[in-house]
């Protein structure tokens, strides 16, 4: 029997004796793309972060496609990770996608055509020469999620992917998600955008105070919310908690 996708057991995170999450439990492995929602400070990225390997959970396990993560605390093999502000290489646009996948040991001649043929299937083989640290906001969420998906995930995680992007560019991206999801890799996100997740999310994960409230299709999610937290949610009631600097 094959092992689920992924798999959050009781997750616990706790810096500085802080509670971020809470017995986080999550088993996933039919929805094509899964959007993860919730208030500011619900905990939404550092679940992703320990869903990829990069943050180790004080409490509880996690598992994808029935593997423990690596102990070096490197990312999990077969899984891709685009941060809401992506770091990008100096050098081209090309460049940025064959230094992607320069770990595969593969020819020069073959890194190229795959990052040529990637650069036309997102739409951006016209800025191939171009320095990638000079693309516009779309663009650069593009170009990395681009050489995220060159590298072939069976997973792949987008945190905010379209944060302060204009609707054409927004509009772009989405396109883009579709895309990878058809492609059969499976799509885990972070969206404040509850439109775009409506337009997207075959199901949804409602996290607030760091604690998994409500799972459901998208489509019941908005639908009928089972928790009075997800209805006030929705009606915009839970508002974005400021980060306060502790007085001295």
């Given at each position: 029997?094959?092992?689920?996708?992924?798999?959050?057991?009781?997750?616990?995170?706790?810096?500085?004796?802080?509670?971020?999450?809470?017995?986080?439990?999550?088993?996933?492995?039919?929805?094509?793309?899964?959007a993860?929602?919730?208030?500011?400070?619900?905990?939404?990225?550092?679940?992703?972060?320990?869903?990829?390997?990069?943050?180790?959970?004080?409490?509880?396990?996690?598992?994808?496609?029935?593997?423990?993560?690596?102990?070096?605390?490197?990312?999990?093999?077969?899984?891709?990770?685009?941060?809401?502000?992506?770091?990008?290489?100096?050098?081209?646009?090309?460049?940025?996608?064959?230094?992607?996948?320069?770990?595969?040991?593969?020819p020069?001649?073959?890194?190229r055509?795959?990052?040529?043929?990637m650069?036309?299937?997102?739409?951006?083989?016209?800025?191939?020469?171009?320095?990638?640290?000079?693309l516009?906001?779309?663009?650069?969420?593009?170009?990395?999620?681009?050489?995220?998906?060159?590298?072939?995930?069976?997973?792949?995680?987008l945190?905010?992917?379209?944060?302060?992007?204009?609707?054409?560019?927004?509009?772009?991206?989405?396109?883009?998600?579709?895309e990878?999801?058809?492609?059969?890799?499976?799509?885990?996100?972070?969206?404040?955008?509850?439109?775009?997740?409506?337009?997207?999310?075959?199901?949804?994960?409602?996290?607030?105070?760091?604690?998994l409230?409500?799972?459901?299709?998208?489509?019941?999610?908005?639908?009928?919310?089972?928790?009075?937290?997800?209805?006030?949610?929705?009606?915009?009631?839970?508002?974005?908690?400021?980060?306060?600097?502790?007085?001295?």
């Amino acid at each position: 029997m094959n092992a689920p996708l992924l798999e959050l057991d009781g997750i616990c995170f706790r810096p500085g004796g802080r509670t971020v999450l809470d017995r986080v439990d999550f088993t996933w492995g039919e929805a094509s793309i899964c959007a993860l929602i919730g208030p500011n400070g619900a905990g939404k990225t550092v679940t992703l972060r320990i869903a990829h390997g990069l943050l180790q959970p004080d409490a509880g396990r996690v598992r994808f496609e029935g593997r423990a993560p690596p102990r070096d605390d490197t990312a999990f093999e077969g899984q891709a990770l685009v941060f809401q502000h992506p770091s990008l290489f100096r050098g081209s646009v090309l460049d940025n996608l064959m230094l992607a996948r320069h770990a595969a040991g593969l020819p020069e001649k073959t890194l190229r055509e795959e990052a040529l043929a990637m650069l036309e299937r997102v739409g951006l083989s016209a800025l191939v020469r171009a320095p990638a640290l000079k693309l516009s906001g779309g663009e650069r969420q593009r170009l990395a999620i681009a050489r995220a998906w060159l590298t072939g995930p069976r997973l792949l995680m987008l945190d905010e992917p379209t944060a302060s992007l204009d609707p054409a560019a927004r509009e772009s991206i989405e396109s883009l998600i579709r895309e990878i999801a058809a492609s059969g890799c499976h799509v885990l996100m972070t969206s404040h955008n509850l439109g775009q997740v409506a337009r997207l999310a075959d199901e949804v994960l409602f996290l607030t105070a760091g604690r998994l409230l409500e799972r459901s299709r998208a489509s019941d999610f908005f639908r009928a919310p089972r928790t009075g937290e997800a209805q006030r949610f929705l009606q915009g009631e839970l508002p974005w908690q400021p980060q306060l600097t502790p007085a001295s």
